[in-house]
């Protein structure tokens, strides 16, 4: 299996700064085919279903604010926000969707500094 | 706009069955994959499986002498099947829309919790 470790665990950062989640996966993500990476991220807000926010590693999904941004390639994946807001409070999970079984890292919990 | 809604008992005994309903408010459920993913308490989600409309599935190995996944598209329904629970059963259960041509998970539901507990 594909084992994903996200860092921090937390993080507190102060409204409008910018919030770096990191996400590390044990086999490469990039596929040589389509030299795409098969990397999501999602925002988990208690009481409601998770969010997808980005797809193929970079890709917004429709209708997520444009203050959201994800990069990286192969083994190494960032999502930024490039200013935080009081209601991006959440947790954030990265999930490779490479190979069965699809699997997610342990999630960074970002607060309000 | 999709939305899904899971429904089902939320304690279920040990050694018994969890059986799990997820109900999509969509146009159709054609073309698309359907998931159930869980999260145990303080611990990561946990893809368990997904199923085609057509009914072709494909299921987490940790899990798959245990578990079914079954979609009835008329009535719009996503079931999961569980047998032989036991305390490490014990989660929330989402259900999923899975993106074309991708697997990972464009909508989810609000997810059940589960307790497995005699």
């Known amino acids: 299996d594909i084992v994903m470790t996200q860092s921090p665990d937390s993080l507190g950062v102060s409204v409008g700064e910018r919030a770096t989640l990191k996400c590390k996966s044990s086999q490469t993500l990039l596929h040589f085919s389509n030299n795409k990476n098969y990397l999501a991220w999602y925002q988990y807000k208690p009481g409601q279903p998770p969010k997808l926010l980005i797809h193929w590693a970079s890709m917004r999904q429709s209708g997520v604010p444009d203050r959201f941004s994800g990069s990286g390639s192969a083994t190494d994946f960032t999502l930024t926000i490039s200013s935080l807001q009081a209601e991006d409070v959440a947790v954030y999970y990265c999930q490779q969707y490479y190979s069965t079984p699809h699997t997610f890292g342990q999630g960074t919990k970002l607060e309000i500094k | 706009q999709v939305h899904l809604q899971e429904s089902g008992p939320g304690l279920v005994k040990p050694s018994e069955t969890l059986s799990l309903t997820c109900t999509v408010s969509?146009?159709?459920?054609?073309?698309?994959?359907w998931a159930w993913i869980r999260q145990p308490p303080g611990k990561r989600l946990e893809w368990v499986g997904h199923v085609f409309y057509r009914g072709s599935t494909t299921y987490n190995p940790s899990l798959k002498s245990r578990v079914t996944i079954s979609v009835d598209t008329s009535k719009k329904q996503v079931s999961l099947r569980l047998t032989s629970v036991t305390a490490a059963d014990t989660a929330v259960y989402h259900c999923?829309?899975?993106?074309?041509?991708?697997?990972?998970?464009?909508?989810w539901g609000p997810g059940t919790p589960v307790t497995v507990s005699s």
């Open positions: 969509s146009d159709s459920m054609d073309s698309y994959y």
């Open positions: 999923a829309r899975v993106a074309d041509p991708a697997f990972y998970f464009d909508y």
